[in-house]
């Protein structure tokens, strides 16, 4: 069984956990786009794991973790990240895969986001180079991870590549240029290090599901930030969608068997773009206070309101999703009463085009107040509750199959 894990809101949702709660019943994990700009939290023990790059079901045992074409892969967190892993389970790096296609995140791509968004130019990116690098990739300019085991061939573009960003740094931007130099001798010491970690990942893959191996696909943002079908331009600079995977790792389409949609109790925000459930009252800073809703990459506030359901019929279409996981129903606990958005003014479904005019019609029912974070059997939830998850599938025609009631690992009940 091949699947792939896709986030329906603009991400946050829960990934990382639902990851690696599914990842004990597979061989390979394979990241298939985004960078350094996700934050996938996992919980062990008492200890919070942050994930940027490497894929957060690499905390089984047994699993190999790939980060696939599709993505922009950033030496310095890479290395960052992995030695905080390796504080947990020493052996993380043995398992580890690197696709010799990624495009490489440079120090001049990290420079120029930072300068972005300090001027009107800024959209809320994570400032991680992220957007710049993938500009490079599609102008046909960047620079890939097997281009640091041909020296001369690396050295050669890097210098015509960063002729052209001093320009626009010292022009543009009265900023100071970078050292080639410095750059090449560090990006020297990156390639002796990931030499063993480097593979075709399409070969590597290819091979795997010959032999039967069970693979899971992680996405990383949502299905709201895709660059073709979220809320443009208010977007990710990568295809969040289940079709990316295939795009991202190099496999047919015919080899994902389920796409699983990971769905948050309420809906949240981080950065700049339309919001059509925004809560701007109590409401909102309640989520916030109890969910903990403050970015795993930048800190930043996420911006919160009620559940969507149009949002999400929207991003299982684009996804081909029929079953869903369900986060942060434990956050929900204490309210007097619940609200889910079931449609907008008088239309019912999403319009990305539309986003910033929708003002959502909600149902509300009341709200539940015992603690469910150690409930494991959907019937031992309060009836309030089980209500809410009924009204959740009514609005959005998708199964909820597993519903997360905390951020310890074991904290999930499958229905």
Not at 287 to 314: H, I, N, Q, S
């Given at each position: 069984m091949n699947i792939a894990v896709i986030g329906l809101q603009w991400g946050d949702e829960g990934k990382g956990k639902v990851v690696d709660y599914l990842a004990k019943d597979f061989d390979i994990d394979v990241r298939f786009q985004g960078g350094a700009n996700a934050g996938h939290t996992v919980r062990v023990g008492e200890k919070e794991l942050i994930f940027h790059q490497i894929p957060c079901g690499i905390l089984n045992k047994d699993i190999t973790g790939v980060i696939g074409a599709g993505c922009v892969f950033d030496p310095s967190v890479f290395f960052e990240e992995l030695n905080n892993l390796k504080k947990v389970d020493p052996t993380i790096e043995e398992r580890i895969k690197i696709s010799q296609f990624c495009h490489l995140v440079m120090p001049y791509h990290i420079m120029i986001d930072r300068i972005r968004e300090e001027t009107q130019q800024g959209i809320g990116t994570t400032k991680k180079g992220i957007g710049v690098a993938y500009e490079d990739k599609y102008g046909r300019i960047g620079l890939r991870v097997g281009d640091m085991f041909n020296p001369e061939r690396f050295e050669k573009l890097l210098k015509h590549n960063l002729s052209r960003?001093?320009?626009?740094?010292?022009?543009?931007?009265?900023?100071?240029?970078?050292?080639?130099?410095?750059?090449?001798?560090?990006?020297?010491?990156?390639?002796?290090?990931?030499?063993?970690?480097?593979?075709?990942?399409?070969?590597?893959?290819?091979?795997?599901?010959?032999?039967?191996?069970?693979?899971?696909?992680?996405?990383?943002?949502?299905?709201?930030?895709?660059?073709?079908?979220?809320?443009?331009?208010?977007?990710?600079?990568?295809?969040?969608?289940?079709?990316?995977?295939?795009?991202?790792?190099?496999?047919?389409?015919?080899?994902?068997?389920?796409?699983?949609?990971?769905?948050?109790?309420?809906?949240?925000?981080?950065?700049?773009?339309?919001?059509?459930?925004?809560?701007?009252?109590?409401?909102?800073?309640?989520?916030?206070?109890?969910?903990?809703?403050?970015?795993?990459?930048?800190?930043?506030?996420?911006?919160?309101?009620?559940?969507?359901?149009?949002?999400?019929?929207?991003?299982?279409?684009?996804?081909?999703?029929?079953?869903?996981?369900?986060?942060?129903?434990?956050?929900?606990?204490?309210?007097?009463?619940?609200?889910?958005?079931?449609?907008?003014?008088?239309?019912?479904?999403?319009?990305?085009?539309?986003?910033?005019?929708?003002?959502p019609i909600y149902n509300e029912i009341p709200g539940f107040k015992e603690d469910i974070s150690m409930i494991r059997d959907f019937n031992d939830l309060p009836e309030q509750a089980r209500n809410y998850i009924k009204l959740i599938e009514h609005h959005t025609n998708l199964q909820v199959n597993f519903i997360s009631v905390g951020p310890n690992r074991d904290a999930v009940i499958k229905k």
């Open positions: 960003k001093n320009l626009i740094l010292m022009e543009i931007y009265r900023a100071e240029p970078l050292s080639d130099n410095e750059i090449i001798h560090q990006f020297r010491e990156y390639a002796d290090r990931l030499r063993p970690m480097v593979i075709d990942d399409t070969a590597f893959l290819s091979r795997a599901i010959k032999e039967k191996k069970n693979i899971i696909f992680e996405g990383a943002q949502g299905t709201l930030l895709d660059i073709n079908f979220g809320t443009y331009p208010y977007v990710t600079s990568s295809h969040t969608i289940a079709g990316g995977a295939n795009i991202g790792v190099g496999i047919g389409p015919l080899y994902i068997d389920k796409v699983i949609g990971v769905v948050k109790a309420y809906t949240t925000r981080v950065g700049r773009g339309p919001f059509p459930s925004e809560d701007d009252s109590c409401l909102g800073e309640d989520l916030r206070k109890m969910g903990k809703e403050f970015g795993a990459t930048t800190g930043r506030p996420r911006r919160c309101g009620p559940f969507d359901a149009g949002v999400v019929r929207y991003a299982a279409r684009l996804n081909g999703v029929e079953e869903i996981f369900l986060t942060k129903l434990d956050v929900l606990s204490g309210l007097d009463k619940i609200k889910i958005g079931v449609a907008y003014n008088n239309k019912k479904d999403f319009d990305p085009f539309l986003a910033e005019e929708l003002n």
